[in-house]
């Protein structure tokens, strides 16, 4: 998912503090140092801290006396202006510090000391009491004049003493040469396999002939050989590989190994029980992600907190929210929904997408050949509104539902009908942030044509799967999706624009005829009505080639209306060509999948991975699957099951992207409330956790510091502060799934 980020996180509410200046006295700086006075040998100048600090020399250091009761990280800062950056050029950042009492964290950030206060680089150690140092090398990505380098030392409840010594910003020095820990060189899905399903592994090594294989119970055991295929060198990696299949082998069991060329691989299971699960905590995530209401701890242990964004200080809320300046003279009540990713804003295009697909996800369930509806069904996921008799799955997306149905511009207003783009903070924050500390004043963006459509879509999609429940919901959703849909028929080609990425991402797409597609098929699908299948008909989406290389996501929504026209039943003329185009698409990726030595059905040009690509890998898994509820060709089926080896750990790097899900998986997602590794009083992402995976474009300066030159499937890293390759979002998950929920289908 490409959010089109345009502003990085924020120095903004730490400039906006009023800064004392420190007592001045002589400063030298040699020819590659850019810190001046970071040795503090006589005087602290020209560094300053903000006005609630305390500074001054201590046995040749900067020591600050922080005060407690503040909310944010950048409500207590010491910092030094005028530093100069080179575009492309290495730094060697490094300092010492110290921290008492103990376990208190300092964000340390290299950025831009005027607007748009962009983070070039930026760590967050936890600090002894004794000190330590630390040294981090990074590339800038800009030249400039006008950087900064800071210490925010704030949101902490009690007060404390900072001191710092030994700071350097150090230009001109060799990158650093990242090289991750990628483990034994065979890969396979660190999870399960399922017994009568595809079990197929992947060998890096140097050898170009045929090396013999074994397969090893728990307790080392033999229980099945072989020959690997040697492939040649996969151009996603880079790596000389070899495939090994074991799929002969049916027996159920669990700590199995693959032992070959000298190398024994991460433990996995053969069996169906993990499926089940991943079934549950991939639908689970929603629930921590709900705004507007406190998370239960005895729902979710360890994931307690409070309720955000509910007009309570130091919240500015979402009970009355103003539009941006100049945008609209009215406030909307807002509350709700599910935070859409690591920060705290809510998309209705990206929210869209989400609840089509965990929407779809259900209403495959009911229909489909191997579908098993009940497993989520009431009481499955353990929310508050488990035991009311409704799915809990319908429960769930009703939370986002009810939220999407808000952001609609009421009667009597200028382009009513049509749905608000988004709702953010007014600045991007840092990290960690709870929901409930969130100080930012937040606002309504413009409505857009494309947040109308998926509005018009989801809710007419809602209007037709809660009928058997809430007959009065099911009937306001499809008002609310005639009057989007004529909205968007009347206001064809309002787009948003791609500079409003300050505090949340711009979601901007400037082609809407497929969401047009997309919202028609819908509302064909609910009501039969002749001018929803005209439009069908008549589109242009209808009949283009929709499934490529990089699959569907927020900004390609045709998919979500071809497959829905698929596989719901209707009596939609020319219904066989619409199942046959499914099934050509699904053709190409089985192909892909064939073709990759990794097994998955994601070959994007160039190898260069997209934003989020470990879910688009799962959309075409869902392309495929939706191709065996078709045919019920098991080909299909078994492409749409090894899909999710790639996830789970048969990739490049040997690293499941789903957290708690394989023996080295992702858990340091970019979020401000799952923020362990910052803060460890704070969580990892809950178990079921999707990370975003390779992007070959690296835009975050964490990423670009350690990964330049990556290729495919090497642009990764499991790190907080990469929000580019390994941010967790509602789309993601949502794939995840629907991916998980067929695979268990399946044992």
């Known amino acids: 998912m490409n959010r089109r980020r345009t502003a990085l996180l924020s120095l903004t509410a730490l400039l906006a503090t009023a800064l004392t200046a420190l007592p001045a006295g002589p400063a030298g700086a040699d020819e590659v140092e850019q810190v001046k006075n970071g040795t503090f040998d006589t005087t602290t100048a020209p560094w300053w801290t903000t006005s609630n600090v305390t500074a001054g020399l201590s046995d040749g250091r900067l020591c600050a006396d922080v005060p407690g009761g503040t909310t944010n990280r950048w409500d207590a800062a010491v910092g030094q202006n005028d530093i100069t950056l080179v575009k492309g050029e290495s730094y060697r950042f490094s300092f010492q510090a110290t921290g008492s009492p103990e376990g208190n964290t300092v964000r340390a950030v290299v950025g831009l000391s005027v607007a748009p206060y962009d983070t070039y680089y930026e760590v967050s150690p936890q600090l002894s009491v004794s000190g330590n140092s630390y040294t981090y090398t990074f590339t800038s990505p800009v030249d400039t004049t006008q950087g900064q380098v800071g210490f925010q030392v704030g949101g902490g409840a009690d007060p404390w003493r900072f001191c710092m010594d030994d700071v350097s910003l150090l230009g001109g020095v060799p990158p650093e040469v990242y090289e991750p820990d990628t483990g034994p060189r065979v890969r396979v899905n660190q999870v399960a396999y399922l017994p009568n399903g595809p079990k197929n592994a992947t060998l890096v090594t140097d050898a170009t002939e045929s090396l013999p294989w074994q397969l090893k119970s728990a307790g080392g055991t033999v229980v099945a050989r072989g020959?690997?295929?040697?492939?040649?060198e996969d151009g996603s990696s880079g790596q000389n590989v070899h495939s090994i299949d074991f799929g002969g082998y049916r027996k159920a069991g669990r700590g199995l190994t693959l032992v070959v060329d000298g190398e024994t691989s991460r433990p996995f299971d053969i069996g169906t029980g993990a499926y089940d699960k991943l079934r549950l905590d991939a639908a689970k995530y929603y629930y921590t992600q709900r705004s507007g209401v406190a998370i239960r701890d005895d729902l979710r242990p360890g994931y307690g907190r409070a309720a955000g964004h509910v007009d309570v200080a130091p919240n500015q809320g979402d009970g009355k929210v103003p539009c941006q300046p100049g945008v609209c003279d009215y406030t909307l009540d807002v509350t709700g929904g599910w935070y859409d990713a690591g920060d705290h804003g809510k998309y209705v295009v990206n929210g869209g997408i989400s609840t089509w697909e965990l929407l779809s996800t259900y209403e495959r369930e009911l229909i489909a050949r191997t579908g098993e509806a009940e497993k989520l069904g009431d009481s499955s996921l353990r929310i508050p509104e488990s035991g009311n008799k409704v799915p809990d799955i319908l429960d769930e997306v009703r939370w986002e539902l009810e939220f999407l149905l808000k952001m609609q511009v009421p009667d009597g207003r200028p382009l009513a009908g049509m749905a608000h783009h988004k709702i953010h903070d007014e600045q991007w924050?840092?990290?960690?942030?709870?929901?409930?500390?969130?100080?930012?004043?937040?606002?309504?963006?413009?409505?857009?044509?494309?947040?109308?459509?998926?509005?018009?879509?989801?809710?007419?999609?809602a209007a037709r799967l809660y009928l058997p429940y809430d007959r009065q919901f099911a009937a306001t959703a499809l008002a609310a999706a005639r009057k989007a849909w004529d909205a968007a028929l009347a206001h064809p080609d309002v787009l948003a624009s791609e500079s409003d990425g300050i505090g949340g991402g711009t979601y901007a797409d400037s082609d809407v005829s497929d969401e047009f597609y997309w919202a028609a098929a819908q509302l064909y699908l609910t009501t039969g009505e002749q001018k929803f299948q005209d439009h069908v008909l008549k589109s242009p989406v209808h009949t283009a080639d929709i499934f490529g290389p990089t699959g569907f996501d927020w900004a390609r929504t045709a998919a979500a209306g071809r497959l829905d026209l698929a596989l719901v039943p209707s009596r939609l003329p020319g219904r066989d060509k619409v199942r046959q185009s499914v099934v050509k698409g699904a053709d190409r990726y089985l192909a892909t999948l064939k073709a990759h030595p990794y097994g998955m059905p994601y070959a994007p040009e160039g190898n260069k991975y997209d934003w989020g690509s470990s879910h688009q890998v799962l959309n075409n898994a869902v392309v495929l699957a939706t191709a065996y509820d078709i045919t019920g060709g098991a080909k299909y089926r078994d492409g749409a099951v090894q899909s999710m080896d790639y996830i789970l750990g048969r990739n490049a790097l040997n690293i499941s992207y789903v957290t708690g899900y394989g023996e080295v998986n992702a858990h340091n997602q970019h979020s401000r409330w799952y923020a362990k590794q910052l803060d460890p009083s704070l969580p990892s992402p809950p178990d079921g956790t999707l990370s975003g995976g390779p992007n070959s474009s690296i835009q975050d300066p964490f990423a670009q510091s350690k990964l330049q030159g990556c290729v495919g499937q090497f642009c990764f890293i499991d790190d907080i502060q990469s929000w580019s390759t390994n941010e967790h979002t509602i789309n993601w998950n949502a794939a995840l799934a629907r991916v998980a929920a067929f695979v268990a289908g399946q044992g």
Not at 227 to 232: E, F, H, K, N
Not at 450 to 460: E, G, S, V
């Open 227 to 232: 020959a690997t295929v040697p492939r040649g």
């Open 429 to 461: 924050t840092g990290l960690p942030l709870l929901p409930s500390d969130d100080p930012q004043k937040r606002e309504l963006h413009p409505p857009t044509t494309a947040a109308t459509l998926n509005l018009a879509a989801t809710a007419a999609q």
